[in-house]
Structures are given as C-alpha cells and as structure tokens.
C-alpha cells in the first residue's frame, strides 16, 4: 500500500441507516473528488457511548487510513461480511459492509425517499 493520502477539505458522501443489533446505526461513506472512489467511513450509533461506539470508531480510522492508502473498498465489504457477534448475524460489522456494497452498486432511487 502507499502512504496515506492527505484528505481533502470537502467530500461529497452518502449517510446510510441500517439497523444492527447493536441497534440504528448512522454509516457515512464519502468520496474522494479526485477519482470518485470511497475514502473515508464514520459509523455513529443510535446511541451515543459504550465500548460499541469506540470498537466502531478505531475500526472506522483504521478503514479510512487503508481507504486513502490505496485499498480496493471491495476489500471493506470481504473483510466485514458475515461477521456475527453474541447477538447472531446482523452484527455492525455486517452493517457496514451493507452499505459499502449500496456505495459500490448504486443506492437505488427508492432508497433515496424519507425513511420511516
């Protein structure tokens, strides 16, 4: 990989809602507005706090940094995808890969409606 790529002031992005067992989750992916492509995620619980929060924050730096460094994001989506915890499937990890796989493909238009 190459070193990190400094960010740029501005970028455009997508904030996805998807809901874990954590509960609501707040997933923001932007991208770079040289090429387009994802560089940096924040994941923000419903609620604020917990040992969640801070596992989600170090695990989205740590995304970002390999995101500007030059990783493939189709790599985010193999690495989190099917990951379970103590509450079985539909764990945060496999909520972040969920939205990386609606960035790469495409957020359908119906998506983009006020949720409920």
Known sequence: MSPT???SVVMAGHTII???NCGKLFITINRDPTNGQPAEVFVRF???GGCGSAVMDGMSRMISYGLRS???PERVI???DGIGCHAGSNSCMEAVA???KLVLQGIPEEMMEVCP
Do not use: Q, T, V
């Open 98 to 100: 969920k939205a990386f």
């Open 78 to 80: 193999k690495g989190l």
């Open 18 to 20: 998807e809901m874990s």
């Open 46 to 48: 419903g609620k604020a």
């Open 70 to 72: 030059g990783m493939d």
């Open 5 to 7: 790529l400094p960010r």
